[in-house]
C-alpha cells in the first residue's frame, strides 16, 4: 500500500524488532477494519439521504400539482408564498446534498 512501511524481520529477531514488525501489522489492520466501517457507513448514510431527498422532491410536486389544480377555485397559497416555500426547499435540498457529501467524500 501506498506510504507504509515495510520491515525486514531477521531470522532470529531480537525482542524489540519483533515487537515493531507486530506493532506494525496491528496498525494495517485497524486501518483496514477502519476504511471497511467508513465504506459500510457511507454506503447507509448514501441510501438514507437518497431517501430523504426523494420525499422531498415529492412534497416538491405535491405542492406544485395542488397549487396549479386548486388556485383556479381561488383556494391555495398567494404566489409569493408558493414561490418562497418551493425556492427554500430547493435550497435546502441542495444544501442537505452538500453536508451530506462533505461528510461522505471528505479528503483524508
Do not use: C
Given at each position: ?22 506493532e506494525s501489522v496491528r ?82
Amino acid at each position: 500500500m501506498e506510504g507504509e512501511a515495510t520491515f525486514e524481520v531477521a531470522r532470529h529477531p531480537s525482542s524489540a524488532e519483533e515487537q515493531e514488525a507486530l506493532e506494525s501489522v496491528r496498525g494495517r489492520k485497524l486501518r483496514n477494519d477502519s476504511d471497511e466501517q467508513d465504506i459500510g457507513e457511507r454506503v447507509r448514510y448514501a441510501s438514507h439521504a437518497y431517501g430523504i431527498t426523494q420525499a422531498w422532491i415529492g412534497f416538491l410536486m405535491v405542492l406544485t400539482l395542488a397549487q396549479f389544480s386548486l388556485k383556479p377555485i381561488g383556494v391555495g397559497l398567494s404566489d409569493a408564498t408558493f414561490i418562497a416555500v418551493f425556492t427554500t426547499t430547493t435550497a435546502s435540498v441542495f444544501g442537505f446534498w452538500l453536508l451530506v457529501g462533505n461528510y461522505l467524500f471528505r479528503s483524508k
